[in-house]
């Protein structure tokens, strides 16, 4: 009973987060268990997640969506990396055509989610954004599509004399839909994935941009269109396409961050190549695209048809490799005495990363401490019963751990249901596991809060290998009772009095 008497009510499954991983994850949900009732809690007013609420000049992809789109939805588009537009397009499609939008509620930010091993069964709150009512229900399934970061704001470290600045400051996340950069002097902090796509964007039209950074990317250039895609396109229907293409780029990126990680030397040499092909002759390539880190210590980044070397070339762009000292009014001024005059500046410093959309877990009335649990296949918590998480690889594209994730939270709960079991829980059951932080990215915004997650394990189940061949075998395949999951009937289950289903 609710604490007006109302009955309250009931879900199988209830998914947070309406982006292109909830959508994803319900699309699996009903195609798997049609009588099963569930719904999409999505904090926004509208479904998308990133692919909406990113809205700066030039949004687009930075893998190719025949890896980023679902494994079920061949991406037809002749574009493999695209933009923003499209790839909401994609989500929204998906969702409509399935009457998964149906089963949205908009407005609706989870809050609070506490298990009950007595009732086996997730007591959730949301909160309403539009009128703050709290709503509350229950759900055998609790399954959390958040992302990886904070909505409300994204990461501006501090920068003395800010105030002074007389231009405008915009941040990616927040971007004003009136601003008018045209024939102005912009200045791009940043040289991560946001910084190289603005930079070529806003160049078509600025004055001149500037990205100013405070240490080199790796950066390569990749064809805008598959050639592969493109030429089977003409013998091969859309179906079969997408999957020969899918494994094309599954196989050649697991190899190139294999070797990445083995040949450091070699990789980066092959990386420089590239990059001074693409720059005019003398251009200084060690001081602004040689990296002090190994490459995949970080993200790496990937620019269509080399558009950030061709607006480098033909002058409308440029990099500084520098420290800044303070804003001033008319731009920034640089460690190095050098001052950059601007009219807009771009903060492309970042996210603020947050695990499981902020919800705090509740089991059995003990809060869950997230640094103190650790992941079960990267998707679950250990001692967090009936509950997954997806979150995507950091070194191949997103969807392919979603869709691993969807099939092996479908195969669980078919499970459940065959055999009767109420309740699964991973729990570590060999003494010999030891744990490890989460990820072992060096980039800032990993860093800044690592020590908020939960741990991974030294071994199987509990490492995160981020590895999609190998997860195959691990999610895909593997077998269900494998030892650290441990599954339970009802004992004496008693739904609370009151209850209604659907
Ligand atoms: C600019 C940008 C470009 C990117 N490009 C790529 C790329 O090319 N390839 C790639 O693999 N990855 C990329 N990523 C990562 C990207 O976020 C994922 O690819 C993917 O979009 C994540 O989908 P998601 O649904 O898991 O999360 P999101 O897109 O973040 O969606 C999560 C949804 O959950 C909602 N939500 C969160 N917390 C709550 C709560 N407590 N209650 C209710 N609702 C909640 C949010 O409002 C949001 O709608 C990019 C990320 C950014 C920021």
Known sequence: MSANGQPIEHLDVLIVGAGLSGIGAAHHLRGAFPGKDYAIFEARDDLGGTWDLFRYPGIRSDSDMHTLGYRFRPWTHAKTITDGESILDYVRETAQEAGIDRRIRFSHRVVRAEWSSEEARWTV????????????????????????YRYDEGFTPEFDGRERFRGEIVHPQHWPEDLDYAGKRVVVIGSGATAVTLVPAMAEKAAHVTMLQ????????????DPVASALRRVLPDKAVYSVVRWKNVLLQTFFYQLSRRRPRAVERFIH?????????????????????????????LVPNGDLFKAIRNGSASVVTDTIDAFTETGIALDSG????????????????????????????????????????????????????????????????????????????????????????????????????????????VLRSLDQFPKQGSKEPWKLRQNYVFDLRSIRRGALEDGAMQFSRPAAVRPPAGTVVG
């Open 214 to 225: 405070r240490s080199p990317t790796y950066i390569a250039s990749l064809p805008a269109e």
């Open 338 to 445: 050098e001052e950059l005059e601007a009219d807009v500046i771009v903060t492309a410093t970042g996210l603020n990363l947050l695990f499981i959309g902020g919800i705090e877990l509740v089991v059995d009335e003990q809060p869950v401490e997230l640094p103190k649990t650790m992941t079960y296949k990267g998707m679950m918590l250990s001692g967090v019963p009936n509950c997954a998480f997806t979150v995507g690889y950091t070194n191949a594209s997103w969807t392919l751990k979603a869709d691993l994730t969807s099939e092996y939270v479908c195969r669980l709960l078919a499970h459940m249901d065959a055999h009767g079991y109420v309740k699964s829980v991973p729990e570590i059951t060999d003494p010999t596991v030891t744990e490890a932080p989460l990820l072992d990215f060096t980039s800032g915004y």
């Open 273 to 301: 190549k590239g990059v001074e092909a693409a720059l005019p002759e003398g251009y200084d390539v060690d001081k602004h695209f040689k990296p002090r880190y190994n490459p995949w210590d970080q993200r790496m980044c």
């Open 125 to 148: 709150e949301a909160e309403r954004t539009d009128s703050r009512e709290i709503v509350r229900l229950t759900c055998g399934y609790f399954w959390v599509c958040s992302g990886y």
